[in-house]
């Protein structure tokens, strides 16, 4: 005898409201049926009378699956596994997310959730499980640390140049943070939400004091350059580097793209889409297209010391056609942000500090990155004399308190420090009336006769 017809109303509360949905038993299967939002005139009283009018055509034996319904999730097994439920999330969401946020999620995915959950079914992945996977996670991050001790400590002692070069390549790879364990977590949790949902699960483990399967993150110093000779100390490593690379490895320009970060705060990702079309050296600016937000479709008023480091890298370079990238490798394609960080970066950080411990200096901030030099700009700006709405601005962002509480830090207070910053970056060119980018769509107003921007 089939087991009687019962449900409930379920209602979630997201970012626009409260959605209203039915949670109910048709034909032998759990069913589950969304009604709409608050904001739809959906309430506790609707959403009953719907979910007894459901019933009772389960009940006459008349009930049929609503087409609106994906269908991917009617023609679901109603226990999968992880990885197919997974994979299938992640398709569906890959058409909302911008290239580095699909590689992050990809990561998260691949390296991290799966090895641990792919052969678990949906059912099994409770708390207990959560817990366990947050545990090995934390196991994994500590033996990372402790060969990357090792590694350091072979280091020092090793004097064989070529043993050296060898062993550098051999880098371990960094202990996971509290933060990027944190946000495997949260990604787990989106798609048991969508399982709950869907009504394959009883209720999703990380929604059960969700602050208790979080590791505690501590807070990370903030990194920036703060002096003149700091930011000189890492462009002039980029240009011996330059000046010292094969014939064959002259395509990288580490100078000039450093300078893009530094004098321009990009974003990795925005300086490796430039196109010279992107670049009007005459007018003083560039234009970015491809950001992660909508306010980061923006012009920027090129610095002197930028506009100079760039004129003279186009001066040198092959591929200056308006489609052309303005950084690209010897097949004219885009740097990996991989390629960028190890190759340009990274070597750029390290020549760096031979230069300043061979001169009695301190080293880099530790802990430097591409984005730390966007929060270097933000500062240099500052120093420069630039109001908020100038810097938001050039730096893409919406809200000034994004500009002021995480980006903008004080630059040196050393005697004639803020004359060297200004000295360095050059004369500041006088603010330019252009209205806002990326939240109209009127993205190519700007554009000149040539196209440049």
């Not at 009953?48 to 389960?58: F, I, P, R």
């Not at 699956?65 to 994979?87: C, G, L, Y």
């Not at 949906?122 to 640390?145: G, N, P, Q």
């Not at 890298?313 to 740097?335: E, I, Q, S």
């Amino acid at each position: 005898m089939p087991r009687e017809a019962t449900g409930q109303v379920v209602v979630k509360d997201r970012k626009g409201g409260k959605v209203y949905a039915l949670r109910f038993r048709a034909n032998g299967e759990r069913q589950y049926l969304t009604l709409g939002t608050d904001a739809e005139g959906w309430n506790d009283l609707r959403a009953a009378e719907a979910l007894a009018d459901e019933l009772a055509k389960v009940r006459a034996g008349v009930w049929r699956p609503v087409r609106a319904e994906p269908e991917h999730v009617e023609a679901q097994a109603p226990d999968p596994t992880f990885h197919v439920f997974a994979s299938q999330w992640f398709e569906a969401k890959r058409r909302e997310l911008d290239e580095s946020t699909q590689t992050d999620y990809g990561w998260q995915l691949s390296s991290h959730l799966l090895p641990f959950f792919a052969e678990h079914r949906l059912s099994e992945i409770t708390v207990a499980e959560v817990d366990r996977y947050r545990a090995a996670k934390v196991r994994e991050s500590e033996a990372r640390a402790e060969a990357l001790r090792q590694w350091r400590a072979r280091l020092d002692v090793e004097t064989d140049r070529a043993k050296l070069r060898e062993l550098r390549r051999q880098r371990p790879p960094k202990p996971l943070s509290a933060a990027s364990i944190n946000k495997t977590l949260t990604r787990l949790g989106q798609i048991l939400d969508q399982a709950d949902e869907y009504g394959m699960i009883q209720r999703n483990p990380l929604r059960v004091n969700p602050r208790n399967r979080k590791l505690r993150a501590p807070k990370p110093p903030a990194v920036w350059l703060d002096r003149a000779e700091q930011i000189e100390s890492l462009l002039d490593a980029a240009g011996e580097l330059d000046l010292a690379a094969r014939p064959d490895r002259r395509h990288v320009p580490r100078r000039a793209m450093l300078s893009v970060l530094v004098f321009g705060g990009l974003r990795m990702g925005e300086l490796l889409a430039l196109r010279w079309r992107d670049i009007d050296l005459a007018a003083g600016r560039l234009y970015v297209g491809e950001a992660k937000t909508d306010a980061g479709v923006r012009h920027v008023e090129l610095l002197p010391a930028l506009r100079e480091a760039l004129t003279t890298y186009k001066a040198g370079c092959m591929n200056t056609g308006p489609d052309d990238l303005v950084f690209a490798t010897t097949n004219r394609r885009k740097f990996s942000r991989d390629g960028f960080r190890q190759r340009v970066f990274a070597r750029a950080v390290e020549v760096a500090n031979e230069r300043r411990e061979a001169a009695g200096l301190p080293p880099l901030p530790e802990g430097l990155s591409p984005h730390k030099l966007r929060h270097t700009c933000c500062s240099l700006l500052f120093v420069c004399g630039y109001e908020l709405p100038r810097v938001m601005r050039t730096l893409g962002h919406a809200d000034s308190a994004v500009t002021l509480r995480i980006y903008a830090h004080v630059m040196s207070a050393d005697e004639g420090e803020r004359e060297r910053l200004r000295a360095l970056v050059g004369a500041v060119p006088a603010p330019v009336d252009w209205a806002p980018l990326g939240t109209s769509g009127a993205q190519t107003a700007l554009r000149g006769d040539s196209g440049a921007v």
